[in-house]
């Protein structure tokens, strides 16, 4: 009964966030000797459970109706000159300020980062962005422009 009153305590007082292991190191700090097997029987029985604070985020969306691209590359990701093959993708990273998109365009033959964007929301500009950016970089590298209404390559002189 003292070991469930300091459980309850200490759960309390985290706002439901300990689970197992910090509870069972938060009563041996507090002096009683409790392994994590009993306290987590404990809580089980006793209706204890941990809060998730944060969610998972599902960013993946298979049950669509929109086609699906072709793989050009089929596991090939070797290759033999600059700006012939890119791969792309978009990572989350949660922050204090909530979640953050990054989208990256790496060059598969020098595994350089060739283009990138930030947001704090994932839509399809995000990659666009990104994807703008690394023809830009390349094109300016190889003496073109791109005019901002045409998209059509310019070649400088």
Request: no cysteine.
């Amino acid at each position: 009964m003292k070991v469930l009153a300091h459980i309850r305590e200490q759960y309390s007082l985290s706002l439901g966030s300990y689970g197992r292991p910090r509870m069972a190191m938060e009563l041996k700090e507090a002096g009683l000797d409790v392994g994590e097997r009993r306290v987590g029987r404990l809580m089980r029985i006793n209706g204890i459970k941990p809060v998730r604070t944060r969610k998972h985020k599902v960013t993946t969306d298979s049950h669509h109706r929109l086609g699906v691209a072709a793989n050009w590359l089929d596991g090939n990701f070797a290759a033999d000159m600059p700006n012939r093959k890119w791969a792309g993708d978009i990572t989350y990273v949660w922050t204090q300020e909530g979640w953050l998109y990054l989208a990256v365009i790496l060059d598969l033959h020098s595994r350089r980062v060739v283009g990138w964007a930030v947001s704090d929301r994932m839509k399809k500009d995000l990659a666009i962005r990104a994807l703008d950016m690394a023809v830009r970089l390349t094109a300016a590298a190889r003496g073109l422009h791109f005019s901002f209404r045409s998209r059509q390559p310019i070649l400088l002189l």
